[in-house]
């Protein structure tokens, strides 16, 4: 999986998968994802919302 994907998808309105959420968390805690990009995925999420499935994937991450 690639962040920039997952950042672009959200950024465009789209869904994400619970496997591109858990991803995105796992790596960026491993350091895999660097702060700008987790940045930019957050500005989107706030930009253009999530659904309550995406909520209920990232609250149990």
Sequence with gaps: ?????????????GEHTSEEIDWLL?????????????????MAVCIRGMTRIETLTLTQA
């Design 26 to 42: 796992g790596a960026y805690l491993l350091g895999d994802v660097p702060d700008y990009q987790m940045a930019a995925w957050l």
């Design 1 to 13: 999986m690639n962040a920039l994907e997952v950042i672009s998808r959200k950024r465009d309105g």
